[in-house]
C-alpha cells in the first residue's frame, strides 16, 4: 500500500511538472527543428547524425523538447528558457536582462544559445577543449534554445513572468497567455486547417519560406561581424513582438477566441518560421 501511495505521489508529480514546462509546445519545438534539419549543409547534417542520440533515429525533431523534459533535475538549466525585460520597455539589453535571479550575468537563453554555440564549435577542433564537453547535449541545448528565443512571450515583461501569470480564456477553455502562445495558438491552426496534422502545417510554413517570405529569408540567416550566432537579435525581435502582439490589448481573465487567434497566428508561422532557418544557418556555419 506505501509503495503504491508513493507511486502515485510520483506519478502525479510528474504530471504536474510535465505539463507546465515553459517554451513552445512539443509542436512548436518539433516543427523548428524539422525545418531546421532539412535545410542543413552536408557537413552539418552528418555532424547532427554523429550527435543525435540512437533513440532519435537522426530526427531531430524526436528530441528538441528533451530540454524541457530535464529542466525538473538539471534545475539549473531552468533559467535558460528565457530572458524577461523589465515592463513596458519593450527593449532588450544583454547587460541589464540576461542573468538569472541571483543576478548571475549570461544565465538566460541569449546567453545559452552563445555558450552552446562555443561549445559545438570544438566539434572539430583537434584541441583538448573537444572532449570538455557532451555535445550531444549542446546539440539539444542549442536546438531548444534557438526555438524558445523565438517565441515572443520567451522574452516577456518580468512582473508577469512572460504571460505566465495572466490569466486567460482560449476560446472556453481556462489557460494563461504564455501557454496560449507556446501551445493554444499552434494546436488551434493545426486542428482547424490541418486535420490536426503536424506534418502538414509544417509543410505549409516551408512554402511560405520558398514562397512568400523569400525575399527575406536571405536576412533572417545572416549574422553581422561575421558571428557564427546572433541571439541578441532574435531576443531584441521577440520583445517587440511580444509588445505589438502577444500582450497588445489583452486584459486579465479575458476570453481570446477568432480575433485574437487569426490576427496573431501570422506572427507565430513567421517566428516558426525564423527559428528554424537560423536553427539550420546556425549549425551550417559552426560545422562549416
Ligand atoms: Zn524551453
Known sequence: ME??????????????LLPNTEGWGKDGHAIICKIAQSRLSNNAADA??????????????AVCSWADSVRFYLHW?????FADSPDNLCNYDFDRDCKDQSGVKGRCVVGAIS???DQLLTYNSKSKAKGEYNLTQSLLFLS???????????VGFTSDKGGNTIDVHWFRRKENLHHVWDVNIIETAEERYYNSNI???TAAIEKNITKGWADD????????????????????????AACDSSYKGVTEDETL????????????????????????????????
Open 144 to 154: 531548444h534554445f534557438m526555438g524558445d528565443v523565438h517565441q515572443p512571450l520567451h
Open 115 to 117: 555558450n552552446y554555440t
Open 3 to 16: 509503495s503504491y501511495k508513493f507511486q502515485l505521489v510520483a506519478i502525479v508529480s510528474l504530471v504536474l
Open 217 to 240: 529569408v536571405k536576412g533572417w540567416e545572416t549574422c553581422d561581424d561575421n558571428q557564427t550566432a546572433c541571439p541578441n537579435v532574435y531576443a531584441t525581435e521577440g520583445i517587440k
Open 257 to 288: 477566441g477568432d480575433d485574437y487567434f487569426e490576427s496573431r497566428l501570422p506572427l507565430v508561422q513567421l517566428r516558426l518560421a525564423q527559428g528554424g532557418v537560423r536553427l539550420a544557418a546556425t549549425l551550417n556555419r559552426i560545422f562549416g
Open 199 to 201: 506534418d502538414d502545417f
Open 77 to 81: 538549466s531552468g533559467p535558460l528558457h
Open 48 to 61: 547532427v547524425k554523429q550527435l543525435l542520440p540512437d533513440y532519435a533515429e537522426n530526427d531531430l525533431s
